[in-house]
């Protein structure tokens, strides 16, 4: 999550306070705690994606940003490892 904040913080398009990018990042959190509770797993379509996971969860935090959190599941114990988090920003088709 650090990486998320030090992102917001730096970017240049958008002045968002230390309070602000700490927000931020803690609703992406609590989003990516839903995924134990999805009764369907969306596989990823981005190969960049794929680089890091089988999976992934939207969040679409405005009209302008989505949020791809990319994770697997232990098909053992069914255990979700989120691997990364990626910004619409920065995914490359």
Request: aromatic share 12%.
């Given at each position: 999550m650090s990486d998320i904040i030090t992102g917001l913080l730096l970017w240049t398009?958008?002045?968002i306070s230390e309070e602000e990018a700490l927000g931020y990042a803690?609703?992406?959190?609590?989003f990516a705690?839903?995924?134990s509770e999805?009764?369907?797993?969306?596989?990823?379509k981005?190969?960049?994606?794929?680089?890091?996971?089988e999976y992934h969860l939207?969040?679409?935090r405005n009209s302008r940003?989505?949020?791809?959190?990319i994770y697997d599941i232990?098909?053992?114990?069914?255990?979700?490892?989120?691997?990364?988090?990626?910004s619409n920003h920065i995914t490359q088709e």
């Open positions: 398009k958008v002045s803690d609703d992406i959190y609590l705690h839903t995924i999805l009764t369907h797993h969306q596989k990823c981005y190969l960049m994606h794929r680089l890091y996971g939207k969040y679409k940003t989505t949020w791809y959190i232990n098909p053992v114990s069914g255990d979700i490892l989120i691997n990364r988090i990626i």
